[in-house]
């Protein structure tokens, strides 16, 4: 990993793999996660040029001075032009997703092509701001590791989580890792993200969704409409997969990022 300073208080981790290009794939994880996440969609990918972000607040990059989807996007733009990138093909999963789409409203010139890996636009609904805000109140006191412990489970399919329980721990203990202010201002920027209809229906480049069939997290239907909105539309749906399909389905996953960045470039 390396560290690129961005502010006088603010380091983002990130790492680089395969070919250099001038315009890259920039892979944002989810919540909870770090770049590592990706790993096994790597061998898959290793002809790309990919450049993996640790999100403020998560892997080795620090947390963010405020907890607004914003500055996650600001942060990423403030790395990308320290790396001298110019133009970039993004793909968030889940969190950062809803980052990717922030990042299009903000800075549309840097995007060739956008990817929403198990992601969608809309905002929390009240049910769900709830739900968080629980989650940050067991952050709170000092309950990390028994927040982390129910969150993953449920982001796999079930007959996946059953016959991989090795890999379901392995997040789990990564995600402990992970510091509970990195966390619980992840937490905070979606209860307050807004919707990101407008980012979608006026994207100026195509526009990626690969949606598990088996998502908890991510309903099925209200992504398939989401799909509907740009004006290039990319859409994948795998079946008996949940919202990791980096691990559940990292082979079939990898050839759809590497059929959408040639569609992005028009080979």
């Avoid at 680089?16 to 990918?45: Q, R, Y």
């Avoid at 607040?57 to 990308?80: I, Q, T």
């Avoid at 110019?86 to 968030?92: D, H, K, Q």
Wanted: charged share 20%; net charge negative.
């Amino acid at each position: 990993m390396k560290q690129i300073r961005i502010s006088e208080k603010q380091q983002i981790g990130y790492y680089m793999n395969g070919p250099k290009h001038d315009t890259p794939i920039v892979l944002l994880h989810g919540f909870c996660e770090d770049s590592s996440v990706w790993a096994p969609m790597l061998p898959h990918l290793d002809q790309l040029p990919l450049i993996r972000m640790d999100l403020p607040g998560f892997g080795g990059s620090d947390v963010p001075p405020s907890a607004r989807m914003e500055h996650y996007a600001d942060a990423l733009h403030a790395a990308l032009t320290l790396l001298d990138v110019r133009r970039c093909v993004l793909i968030g999963h889940s969190l950062g997703g809803y980052i990717a789409q922030e990042f299009l409203l903000r800075h549309p010139e840097l995007l060739a092509g956008v990817g929403l890996f198990y992601s969608h636009p809309y905002p929390d609904n009240a049910e769900r701001i709830v739900i968080r805000k629980r989650g940050i109140e067991m952050l709170q006191q000092g309950k990390k590791d028994l927040y982390v412990s129910q969150l993953f489970p449920g982001l796999f399919a079930p007959a996946y989580a059953a016959a991989h329980p090795e890999v379901v721990q392995a997040l789990i203990e990564k995600g402990k890792q992970q510091p509970a202010a990195g966390i619980i201002a992840a937490i905070e920027a979606m209860i307050e993200r807004p919707s990101y209809f407008k980012a979608l229906e006026n994207a100026h480049c195509p526009v990626q969704f690969l949606l598990g069939a088996e998502d908890a997290i991510i309903p099925l239907d209200g992504a398939l409409k989401a799909a509907a909105m740009p004006a290039v539309s990319d859409l994948h749906v795998l079946q008996g997969v949940g919202h990791m399909g980096m691990w559940e389905a990292p082979e079939q996953c990898a050839q759809y990022v590497r059929e959408f960045y040639a569609l992005v470039f028009g080979v």
